[in-house]
């Protein structure tokens, strides 16, 4: 089980250079299944995609602490039960051909991108006063159903109170601290909380702040970039990971291109 590993280091851990936020948020529904798959067949290793918590606690894949901008149900994620957000149809919103897509678990999920042969960082994104209810529940589902060998996996949030159960509860899980605004204080939140990367919003980003990540031996990913310009701009100022809406920012190929050679999530020995 995950949970005898000990965390890998930054320099074991290993990230592609692009990541797909959400799936493939640009061509299917964020955060389902559609996109997941839309994701492997674009060539995609790795995907990004918020987890979360029903009202009766079980882990599934959403975005806002309401239903109403991307199902046709409405109201409070926290307080509705699976079984109604189930029913819900999670797709219609994009578009007609995604009629009926559902919410997706955070099981089916990680069984899907195995048997795809991906990568997955799992943002645990809690509505507002579970923090530690769904940092343990997503921890400890990772864990259980996430092969111990596989690698390529990595848990991130905005949420410091997360990160700190998640890595009680899973200390073998690698962990990555996401910010927006709070930029003077993550690396010291980063090194507090044992993180191995750093997601920061291209907006907020300078050219100095990526050195300074990457100065103090953190991984750093950026999000959400989906203008091609910009992408090439960041990995010039050594941004390791990118992620975006779609598969095509980076170019005619999705493939790494650091010339860091393991897909299986560790680099290999020397």
């Given amino acids: 089980m995950a949970a005898s590993l000990k965390a890998p280091t930054v320099q074991e851990l290993w990230l592609p250079r692009l990541i797909g936020?959400?799936?493939?948020?640009?061509?299917?529904?964020?955060?389902?299944?559609?996109?997941?798959?839309?994701?492997?067949?674009?060539?995609?290793?790795?995907?990004?995609?918020?987890?979360?918590?029903?009202?009766?606690?079980?882990?599934?894949?959403?975005?806002?602490?309401?239903?109403?901008?991307?199902?046709?149900?409405?109201?409070?994620?926290?307080?509705?039960?699976?079984?109604?957000?189930?029913?819900?149809?999670?797709?219609?919103?994009?578009?007609?051909?995604?009629?009926?897509?559902?919410?997706?678990?955070?099981?089916?999920?990680?069984?899907?991108?195995?048997?795809?042969?991906?990568?997955?960082?799992?943002?645990?994104?809690?509505?507002?006063?579970?923090?530690?209810?769904?940092?343990?529940?997503?921890?400890?589902?990772?864990?259980?159903?996430?092969?111990?060998d596989y690698g390529r996996l990595i848990v991130s949030s905005f949420s410091r109170a997360a990160l700190a159960r998640a890595r009680d509860v899973a200390p073998g899980l690698p962990r990555g601290l996401v910010v927006w605004d709070r930029m003077a204080t993550m690396m010291e939140d980063a090194a507090a909380l044992d993180c191995v990367s750093i997601h920061c919003a291209h907006q907020h980003l300078t050219r100095e702040m990526a050195y300074a990540v990457k100065a103090a031996g953190y991984i750093l990913a950026v999000y959400t970039v989906n203008d091609p310009a910009l992408a090439h701009q960041l990995i010039e100022w050594g941004v390791d990971t990118i992620i975006s809406d779609d598969s095509g920012t980076l170019g005619t190929t999705v493939s790494d291109s650091t010339g860091r050679a393991s897909d299986r999530g560790q680099v290999p020995a020397a």
Avoid: Q
């Fill in 21 to 148: 936020h959400r799936g493939e948020a640009a061509r299917a529904p964020e955060n389902t299944l559609a996109s997941m798959r839309m994701a492997a067949a674009s060539g995609l290793r790795w995907v990004e995609f918020d987890a979360k918590l029903s009202g009766d606690g079980v882990p599934l894949l959403f975005h806002d602490d309401t239903l109403d901008r991307t199902t046709n149900g409405e109201g409070p994620v926290a307080v509705t039960p699976f079984a109604a957000i189930r029913a819900l149809d999670a797709g219609s919103w994009f578009g007609p051909d995604f009629a009926g897509e559902t919410v997706p678990t955070l099981l089916e999920t990680l069984a899907l991108l195995v048997e795809c042969g991906m990568g997955a960082n799992v943002e645990i994104k809690p509505c507002p006063g579970r923090e530690m209810e769904t940092a343990s529940v997503v921890s400890s589902a990772i864990e259980a159903h996430w092969p111990a």
